[in-house]
């Protein structure tokens, strides 16, 4: 190779780190008018009336909408579309949007949001999955066909009952993990610009452009050629940008309605009502080994508070059970979700989508088969995984799987043989294992199109145009993709261009969700690069008197028998004899999962594989736990870019730190947010971060670009299991609650009689 496998500088990273970077928030356009959207004060409240008057009175308010201005509901899934992007008839939590308005300047916007007069009638409120389905005469959401139950799935692999009564051992045990925020740096923003042609506008710290767009047009009513959205810097998603938000539609509308470009930046308390991230769940489960260690059958039981509207919800239920399948053999395995809505901000994808919550529980009963077992932590791993190119009880075929090189590296970076059970009290060890999707099999809307569409055009001058319409969001895909073009093209890595997240320039791509822009884009850019190098070598063989095989493209040459010319030189030979030098290439889904209804969800071209060892300190008096280290091995097929993979390594073992110990996205009783700010969201500082030991395992993937794999989701997972179990082995307590914080650290280790 080239150029992939070592670790150039980003694309885009002196732009970022000069602070010349645009992003949303930095866009002002000529007779720019500033918009504010006023949000219920209740959990759950009719809208008897709404008098604009006030508000259109103001001096300097060019225009003001209600929820009937924009009629038509939408959502990012196509079987559950029950949002507005206004409330009409109902606020359904606290933060509802209920109007919307626009003025020369923010303050103004903000003074006639006040001036809004409502006449509100409270209603009952549900805010706990267990009073939404003892209530279902509260209906939440007018779209569930069931009370208050969103989604619920059961299915079942094999003979769960039947194994575990001739199981050696059975651990049974209830989690409860509690609802946490993306917390990302940059509050989403959009603008909006209609112009007088007839064509809309947007720009918006989004991380799905094509489904925006698609929501625009819906939503608005025009025609899908008639709208633009382009992504700007993204200044972190991590799942919390992942579809259409209010703020969106009510920026176009307005701009529409003015004539004149129209931006609504949410404030941090906005971002934390506006939320989509991690879904609380209750979690039962029951896991069965026999007496050398080999994993029987699990049985799982989830009820999952959704919030007030579907987002993705239909998947996260299936998610919570059927990425369990690995990296473990599974010979049975049952699970019951069940998502309900309740009176909250909608929960949605935040990193590692569905699965961070049920891998915690499992990965802790493992640790306690184990030890009632007498097997070391690790080797009960090691004796239940799975293998390569096998497919799970539930129909995912898993292609290569380096999960236990990734064991072997941990165990031998953290010391875990001469650490594990012998530190001193109030220190200890604990590993975790997981597995992750490189991107959803099939599209959030059926279609038999690429998912992910790449271009390339070669000028005259020897620059290279590679366009896609990927969602850059801090992982790095514009320097993969110039990667690709140096690895396939030989020219010069200064001499590639990347143009992303911009539906009019560029070909489609579904987005950043679900760690599949690596795989599929990646894929997408190999094939539009080959089919320009074929006219590449053409020309200079011609011009070299060779035949095709003997041409070398590299370093910006291309070279045969001691004789050579410049990258320029031949793309001009190359456009003399072709013409205009464009090329493309697609990914296009291949079909994969169970043949049973859910069989697709999960599915996934690759998966990856992770495990982690964390090294924790215990004080016993205060209850708070100290992360000293976290040694994480990742398999990511091939790593294209070492230090992206490391940095995304490190931030996902940072974020499921976060989770373990002090995130907790909670409610007072009139569903009022408890800390909806950085100061009492509580999140760790570089203070706080322990020491994070990055591995990379490479077991080469067929079908991804180079041998890739996802690295962008997965390494997150056993993050909280690992503290977990560390912590048993600090001082002996098992805690099943996140977070991990002082009271509920001190309440364990009082009832066990210490402390």
């Not at 959704?306 to 059970?321: E, I, K, N, Q, R």
């Not at 898993?398 to 031998?412: I, K």
């Not at 109030?426 to 590993?431: D, I, T, Y």
């Not at 992206?644 to 409610?667: D, K, P, R």
């Amino acid at each position: 190779m080239k150029i992939v496998g070592t670790s150039k500088p980003r694309v885009d990273g002196a732009a970022k780190v000069t602070g010349q970077a645009r992003y949303a928030d930095d866009l002002a356009l000529p007779r720019m008018l500033h918009a504010r959207i006023l949000r219920s004060p209740h959990a759950h409240a009719r809208i008897v009336a709404i008098d604009l008057a006030p508000a259109r009175a103001t001096p300097g308010v060019l225009a003001a909408i209600v929820g009937e201005d924009l009629p038509v509901a939408y959502g990012i899934l196509p079987w559950t579309e029950d949002e507005y992007p206004l409330a009409i008839g109902r606020a359904l939590y606290v933060g509802d949007g209920v109007a919307a308005v626009a003025a020369i300047d923010e303050r103004t916007a903000i003074a006639a949001c006040a001036a809004v007069r409502v006449e509100w009638e409270k209603l009952p409120a549900v805010l706990s999955p267990a009073e939404a389905l003892a209530h279902p005469e509260i209906k939440v959401n007018e779209h569930a066909k069931d009370g208050n139950v969103s989604k619920q799935v059961d299915l079942s692999f094999g003979p769960v009952d039947e194994n575990l009564e001739r199981a050696a051992a059975v651990i049974e045990g209830e989690f409860h993990f509690e609802g946490t925020t993306h917390a990302a740096l940059e509050p989403h923003c959009a603008v909006a610009s209609w112009e007088p042609r007839g064509e809309l506008t947007v720009w918006s710290s989004t991380q799905v452009p094509h489904y925006l767009h698609r929501a625009l047009a819906k939503v608005l009513q025009l025609p899908e050629d008639r709208i633009r959205v382009v992504q700007p810097a993204v200044g972190g998603a991590f799942g919390g940008k992942s579809e259409p938000f209010d703020l969106e539609f009510c920026a176009a509308k307005l701009s529409m309605l003015t004539g004149r470009p129209v931006k609504i930046r949410y404030t941090r308390e906005e971002v934390f009502y506006a939320h989509r991230g991690r879904h609380p769940m209750h979690m039962r489960f029951r896991t069965a080994a026999d007496a050398e260690g080999k994993l029987l059958a699990v049985d799982s039981s989830i009820l999952i508070d959704g919030g007030a509207h579907s987002s993705f919800g239909l998947v996260t239920t299936y998610y919570s059970g059927q990425l369990l399948g690995a990296p473990y053999e599974l010979p049975a395995y049952r699970f019951h979700s069940t998502r309900v809505f309740t009176n909250k901000p909608a929960c949605g994808p935040k990193r590692g989508h569905g699965s961070v919550q049920p891998r915690f529980a499992i990965e802790c009963q493992l640790d306690e088969l184990a030890e009632r077992l007498e097997i070391d932590p690790i080797e009960l791993r090691r004796r239940n995984a799975m293998g390569s190119d096998e497919t799970t009880i539930n129909g995912q075929r898993v292609g290569s799987n380096g999960f236990l090189q990734c064991l072997d590296a941990v165990e031998r970076a953290s010391g875990w043989k001469e650490k594990f059970g012998k530190l001193p009290r109030g220190r200890g060890l604990g590993v975790a294992g997981s597995t992750y999707i490189s991107g959803t099999a099939y599209p959030i809307y059926p279609n038999e199109m690429p998912q992910s569409g790449v271009s390339v055009k070669l000028d005259r001058s020897g620059q290279v145009l590679v366009t896609s319409g990927v969602s850059e969001i801090g992982q790095g895909v514009e320097t993969v993709l110039a990667y690709i073009a140096v690895e396939e093209l030989g020219c010069e890595l200064a001499a590639v261009r990347v143009i992303t997240g911009d539906t009019l320039l560029c070909p489609v791509d579904l987005g950043a969700y679900s760690s599949r822009v690596t795989f599929m884009a990646g894929t997408a850019a190999i094939e539009a690069c080959r089919a320009m190098r074929a006219h590449l070598v053409e020309a200079a063989a011609k011009a070299l008197e060779c035949d095709p095989s003997e041409i070398e493209l590299a370093g910006g040459r291309a070279s045969a028998r001691g004789r050579e010319l410049s990258f320029r030189e031949v793309a001009r030979l190359a456009e003399s004899a072709k013409g205009t030098l464009v090329t493309a290439g697609g990914y296009r889904t291949r079909k994969v999962g169970g043949e049973y209804r859910g069989g697709s969800i999960g599915a996934s071209p690759a998966y990856s594989f992770t495990a982690h060892v964390a090294e924790v300190s215990v004080d016993e008096r205060s209850g708070v736990v100290t992360v000293e280290n976290i040694w994480v091995a990742h398999d990511c097929g091939r790593a294209l870019h070492p230090i992206h993979v490391m940095g995304q390594m490190e931030g996902s073992a940072y974020m499921g730190f976060g989770e373990a110990l002090m995130e907790s996205h909670t409610f007072h009783a009139n569903g009022l947010h408890r800390g909806p700010s950085l100061l009492d969201y509580k999140l760790p500082t570089t203070l706080d971060t322990p020491a994070v030991h990055a591995s990379i395992v490479e077991a080469n993937e067929p079908g991804g670009p180079y041998g890739a794999k996802e690295v962008g989701e997965g390494p997150l997972h056993p993050s909280i299991p690992a503290i977990a179990n560390a912590i048993h082995d600090a001082v002996g307590i098992r805690l099943r609650a996140l977070p991990f914080s002082p009271d509920r650290v001190r309440a364990a280790l009082l009832a066990k009689g210490g402390g």
